[in-house]
């Protein structure tokens, strides 16, 4: 591992002016993803600002939804009663990731910045314009079958890695952030970036700008997370969803729908949305809005398989989130499977 500088900050002002005046400092959470990175020689940060003592720790009422701070553990957000009850797709989804001790470990301003799983990214003898730009994409012309269906570049065709975006980016949350020019506030859908030719760049986020906390909006409908992966457990999705179903009587008020691991962000699908609003739900019409959220899939060489495999999934999860399908097997994942230690007792509400 290269040399670094490690420092602790007391206040958010002091981390984010600590990490703006270093062009390679970075900020340290949990450390679950970002010290793998370093350890691989794949991130080499000159220094270090731990913001895991920094006071954002609560999970507080705020405009009829939920403000969880950036520091509060995935798996405190994940086993909160108010988030099992009123978003138990973000819960799911963090049940779905890594394993308990990492959930132990991990932040909820870390979770969505976690780099891609793309192996050529991890492998620094390969060629990467992400890693390092200008060098080139081993993917395109590798072994892409965990690659992108959408947005991808002829610069880089990664996905995004973590459940959390995904339902996040189905429940229109917000992210707070603290940068060197001061807050401001970032709809989720926006945070992350589609490669074009900066892959390099994940998200919108300035150099030094401070996570502070996620709001969940106002949202009284039901919302639901799946995921297909190669092993049943500890393992990365090969194609996700998040549903987010308000009914307005017999007929579907507004529905958003998030894909995840098919592009370099939670991938919304409008136009399947679109095609739901207003209509009685039925399994026809939700193997339509499926067709209509791949209608504009773009595989790769190894990937097309995502295409069949995410329409299915998609179609069960509305399914399941409307309750024309009871739940199979534990929540959060779409096999049964060990996705925590309290795994098994969630239920989308009826
Ligand atoms: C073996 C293994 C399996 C995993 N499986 C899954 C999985 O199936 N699904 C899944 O979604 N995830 C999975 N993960 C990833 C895991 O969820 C992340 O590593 C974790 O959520 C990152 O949180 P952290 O606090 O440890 O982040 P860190 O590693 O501390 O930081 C990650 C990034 O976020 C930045 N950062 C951290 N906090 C802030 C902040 N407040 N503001 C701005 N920047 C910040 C850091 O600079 C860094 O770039 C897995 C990880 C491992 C090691
Ligand atoms: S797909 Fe992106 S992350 Fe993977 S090798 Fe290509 S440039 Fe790097």
Known sequence: MHPFQYQRTETADQAVAAVAQDPAGTFIAGGTSHVDLMKEGVLHPSLLVDVSGLPFKQ???HEGGVRIGAGVSNTAAATS?????????VSEALLAGASTQIRNMASMGGNPLQRTRCPYFRDPTQACNKRE???????????????????????????????LAVALSALDARVQTLGPDGPR???????HRLPGDQPHRDTVLA???????????????????LKVRERASYAYALVSCAVALEMNGSTIGRARVA?????????????????????????????????AAFADARPLEHNAYKIPMGRNLMVRALLETNGL?????????AFAASVGGVAGQFAVPR
């Open 59 to 61: 999970i507080t009422a």
């Open 81 to 89: 009663a108010d988030i099992r009850q009123r978003y138990p797709a």
């Open 133 to 163: 730009p200008g060098s080139g994409c081993a993917a395109i012309g590798g072994y892409n079958h965990v690659h992108a269906l959408f947005g991808a570049s002829a610069a880089c065709v990664a996905t995004h890695p973590s459940d």
């Open 185 to 191: 506030t970032i709809a989720f859908p926006d945070l």
């Open 207 to 225: 150099h030094g700008e401070l996570i502070t906390s996620i709001d969940l909006p106002a949202f009284s409908g039901r919302s639901h997370y």
């Open 259 to 291: 894909l995840g691991a098919v592009a370099s962000k939670p991938w919304r699908v409008t136009a399947a949305e679109a095609l739901l609003a207003g209509q009685v739900p039925t399994e026809p019409l939700f193997r339509a809005a499926a067709d």
């Open 325 to 333: 399908q009871p739940l199979q097997g534990p929540a959060g994942t």
